[in-house]
């Protein structure tokens, strides 16, 4: 059965197992699954189902869901909304696609946050950026602290920048890369596709346009040699 949290969330359907708990807090009105997994849906289209210990709360004035934690994503179309990663995070991608209307990065990692993307078995994935952010914005600059993001997996990701902004990496609003991008690992034989692609001066992979007069932080390395797949259009 669906619990309708209320209506100021966004998050209009609310769902367990039969086994899931989650407790709601009014004030920040956040969501925390004490025992999972709880499924959720929000007013821009996201279906979220989230682990046991994750924690997330939405903005439906910004299309904005903050997020800490294990869960999985998916959508039926264009979903509308953003998602922000602010804690140590494993976020799997099951056939979604990510199209926000407001300015902001399709998915952005914050600053010190460790966050891992996992491209699900045989799935097709889109992110994309709005205004001058990077499709999956690593890291930015209000702070010494960089992000670390991984993608691995065996789907397809496509990812856009949106204006002067990469396709991975920096965005152009928030003064470039600052964090380190690690595709595949050498634990795993992942076998993705990734197709990223900057706008206007922004990289596929890497950095925004001029980027903090030219300056960024960071780095991104490849570390399956043999079974990945990455294209690189700036």
């Known amino acids: 059965a669906y619990i309708t949290t209320s209506d100021e969330t ?17 004030d920040t009105r956040q969501i925390t699954v004490t025992q999972g997994p709880v499924v959720m849906k929000t007013k821009g289209g996201l279906t979220v189902t989230a682990d046991e210990g994750a924690s997330f709360a939405y903005s439906e004035t910004d299309k904005k869901l903050t997020f800490d934690g294990s869960a999985t994503v998916s959508s039926e179309g264009a979903a509308q909304d953003r998602i922000e990663i602010d804690g140590t995070s494993v976020l799997k991608l099951d056939d979604v696609n990510i199209a926000p209307q407001k300015d902001g990065a399709g998915i952005a990692i914050k600053p010190g946050v460790t966050a891992v993307i996992t491209l699900l078995d045989g799935t097709n994935n889109t992110v994309r950026g709005y205004g001058n952010y990077a499709g999956i914005e690593v890291g930015w600059d209000f702070g010494p602290i960089l992000a670390d993001l991984t993608i691995n ?3 397809s990701l496509t990812a856009f920048g949106g204006t002067n902004s990469a396709g991975i990496g920096g965005s152009k609003f928030n003064r470039g890369l600052y964090g380190n991008i690690t595709f595949g690992s050498l634990e795993t034989k992942d076998n993705f596709t990734i197709q990223s692609t900057g706008n206007g001066g922004g990289a596929g992979i890497g950095s925004a346009d001029n980027p903090n007069n030219g300056k960024s932080n960071g780095s991104y390395k490849y570390t399956d040699q043999n079974w990945g797949v990455i294209t690189f259009n700036s």
């Open 153 to 155: 997996g065996n789907g």
């Open 10 to 26: 966004g998050l209009y359907y609310t769902q367990t197992d039969g086994n899931g708990v989650f407790s709601y807090d009014a």
